[in-house]
């Protein structure tokens, strides 16, 4: 599965289904992680590396965990946990645009970084 563009300009990169319930998780091109529960929006994050988004449905904890491999196989790991409980595992490819967000974030960083050792040292 990839990840595709809505029309709020989010990547749509999954769906989960719990009987009638549908959970979506969205990612935008900054970072930006969203899950959306029967199209209400129930966690909001940033994550680079992958994040835990904890929500309830009824009396159940729902944990949706994203894990990204953008420098090994450019893809994200979505884990759907029930109660601690492993529901279910999806791997989605990664927007090529995040990754190219993500290098040159580092290498602004590394710049900064090193810019900021050489000024104090």
């Known amino acids: 599965m990839d990840c ?7 990547l749509k990169c999954a769906e ?6 549908k959970i979506e998780f969205m990612n935008s091109i900054l970072g930006i992680e969203s899950v959306i529960l029967n199209g209400n929006k129930v966690s909001n994050k940033f994550s680079i590396f992958g994040t835990s988004h ?10 949706l965990k994203s894990k990204y491999r953008q420098f090994y ?7 759907l946990e029930e ?7 999806i791997t989605v490819l ?3 645009k ?5 290098m040159v974030f580092g290498l602004a960083l590394g710049i900064g970084i090193f810019k900021f ?4 040292i």
């Open 54 to 63: 904890n929500f309830t449905r009824n009396s159940s904890v729902l944990t």
């Open 16 to 21: 989960f289904h719990i009987g009638t319930k």
């Open 4 to 10: 595709k563009y809505n029309t709020l300009n989010k």
């Open 94 to 96: 990664a927007d090529k």
């Open 73 to 79: 196989k450019n893809e994200i790991q979505l884990e």
């Open 98 to 102: 995040q990754r190219i967000y993500t």
């Open 83 to 89: 109660n601690g409980k492993l529901i279910e595992t």
């Open 117 to 120: 050792l050489d000024f104090i």
